[in-house]
């Protein structure tokens, strides 16, 4: 019984430190610029810019090169042409280990150069959009969001396990597409995961 109990125990540490409070679909998404690497190349990335050309996926991680970071990156890292087949683009971005993010977007099994990383210091960005653990509200939590041309959350999940986020905003992604013809996204979703 002491067995079951610990991992039980673990869960509900683990479910008590996301926020769970994330922007709802229809709410303006927050502009914001942060520094940025993409293949390890410094640059200052601009979301209203980056709307301009299309949807925008924005995730947050708690921190690179951290086991759950690693598996999402890559997962994002290997979805990047499904993603850009739809015209959307994609941002990671965290406040943990920021001085290492040039390294992490352009290795080989995280983000391997293929979409960019930006530094959120004291987790500024990620407070704007309701996305910081609660228990350590410096850090991000591991939450992703749709932005539609309009500046809109289109959708939004909000998961500390990291395998369901790309599957969550490609469909998403889909899902809008089709309700507006084919077009730039117009449409609000909403998914939760544990």
């Known amino acids: ?24 679909p229809g709410t303006p998404a927050p502009m914001f610029t942060a520094p940025a690497f993409l293949a390890g190349q410094p640059f200052t990335y601009d979301l209203k810019a980056a709307l301009a050309k299309g949807p925008v996926v924005l995730y947050f991680f708690p921190a690179a090169f951290t086991p759950g970071c690693n598996v999402e ?61 609660t228990l350590k509200p410096d850090l991000s939590s591991r939450t992703s969001y749709l932005i539609g041309q309009d500046g809109r959350i289109l959708a ?22 089709a309700k507006a013809g084919g077009k730039a996204p117009a449409a609000a979703s909403s998914a939760k995961g544990g």
Request: contains cysteine; neutral net charge.
């Open 1 to 24: 019984m002491r067995r079951l109990a610990l991992p039980v125990l673990l869960g509900l540490l683990a479910a008590s430190s996301v926020a769970g409070a994330a922007l709802k």
């Open 73 to 133: 990156a890559a997962a994002f890292s290997q979805a990047i042409d499904r993603f850009k087949a739809h015209g959307a683009s994609v941002i990671g971005v965290t406040a943990g280990n920021t001085e290492r993010l040039a390294e992490f977007s352009k290795d080989t099994e995280k983000c391997a150069g293929k979409f960019p990383v930006a530094a959120d210091e004291g987790a500024k960005i990620a407070k704007t959009y309701d996305a910081t653990l």
């Open 156 to 177: 939004e999940y909000d998961s500390m396990n990291p395998n369901q986020h790309v599957k969550q905003m490609l469909d998403a992604l889909q899902a809008a597409q």
